[in-house]
């Protein structure tokens, strides 16, 4: 059974601060996706990541996947406030038959950033 | 173009009742997807449709759960017999063959509460 491991669950930090969450799995894949979601709202699409060593950037987040560690990490760089939301990651592993249709999600990591 | 569309936005039901929510994915999108979001958690991939292919059933919880699908358009999810537990936010996405499967539109969903 695929897991899809984030961590830090909670992350408290200043405006202007550096910060990296990272998304661990526990099986092959190379098709890795990171999510936003605004209190209330319904999740945005983030980044796509399909390749070993892909590196995406959009404003302050920046998202790489090692396919070997099976790890991904979103990296914040001089954290706004705007930011604060919860981030997820998700795994598919369905192009390979390794299991169901849809996306396997970790749990979350609720960042809030303070002035 | 609309996005992914959702309703009722709200739900709340006696222990016992059926419900039925549904989604209206975005006009084009061959893919379909239904989760489940407890407080404070991920999501739990429910089913998924594609094209006019048998579902992929694999993680309905139970056999109170079903789901149906017109075509490639509206598809609406059913909880028979609801139990407290099954109290969530059920979240519709859609997708394109083009974009690929990961690349998943979500609706706003559906806060369900069972009483």
């Known amino acids: 059974e695929l897991k899809v491991e984030q961590n830090p669950l909670f992350l408290s930090m200043q405006e202007g601060k550096n910060y990296t969450i990272y998304c661990n799995y526990s099986?092959?894949?190379?098709?890795l996706y990171w999510y936003r979601q605004d209190p209330g709202k319904s999740l945005e699409s983030l980044f796509v990541l399909l390749s070993n060593g892909a590196v995406k950037q959009e404003g302050r987040l920046m998202a790489s996947l090692d396919t070997k560690a099976r790890l991904s990490t979103l990296h914040i760089t001089a954290a706004v406030h705007d930011l604060s939301a919860t981030y997820f990651c998700a795994v598919d592993v369905s192009y390979s038959g390794g299991g169901a249709d849809g996306l396997t999600f970790g749990k979350g990591t609720h960042l809030i950033i303070q002035p | 173009g609309a996005g992914v569309s959702q309703s009722p936005s709200n739900k709340v039901t006696e222990k016992g009742k059926d419900v039925e929510l549904r989604c209206d994915p975005i006009s084009g999108h061959t893919a379909l997807y239904w989760y489940r979001q407890r407080l404070g958690q991920g999501l739990e991939f429910l089913i998924y449709?594609?094209?006019?292919?048998?579902?992929?059933k694999s993680g309905l919880p139970s056999d109170r759960f079903s789901a149906e699908r017109t075509g490639e358009s509206v598809s609406t999810l059913t909880i028979q017999r609801t139990q407290q537990e099954d109290s969530a936010v059920y979240l519709c996405a859609s997708s394109s063959r083009l974009a690929g499967r990961g690349t998943q539109y979500f609706g706003p969903g559906t806060r369900l509460l069972v009483l």
């Open positions: 449709f594609q094209g006019n292919s048998a579902p992929d």
């Open positions: 099986t092959t894949s190379d098709r």
